[in-house]
């Protein structure tokens, strides 16, 4: 697993998970990092293989909300937490 990124953090609920992961951009001002999501399905395919998938049946949408939801929440508490240690995390204003 050499030279893989690990993510922040990640939720799940039942085969639906999310995840934040943690990028460097170059902004005006300097290097910026930013935070993003990420949101799938596991399944099993047809050889026993698991898959992921970014589609959502009708019963796995209120899980991959749910999912997203936790994940938004971190990513507030995280940019919340580095404004005040003067690090350089872009802020989203929404």
Not at 25 to 45: E, F, N
Not at 52 to 79: M, T, V, W, Y
């Amino acid at each position: 697993m050499t030279g893989q990124q690990l993510p922040v953090a990640r939720f799940k609920a039942g085969q639906v998970s999310s995840a934040i992961w943690q990028n460097e951009v170059q902004m005006p001002r300097g290097a910026a990092t930013i935070l993003k999501a990420t949101v799938q399905r596991r399944y099993k395919d047809k050889n026993g293989e698991w898959q992921s998938s970014g589609s959502f049946n009708r019963n796995e949408i209120p899980l991959a909300i749910h999912c997203l939801r936790k994940a938004f929440e971190k990513i507030i508490d995280l940019q919340n937490e580095d404004s005040g240690n003067g690090n350089n995390v872009e802020e989203v204003i929404m």
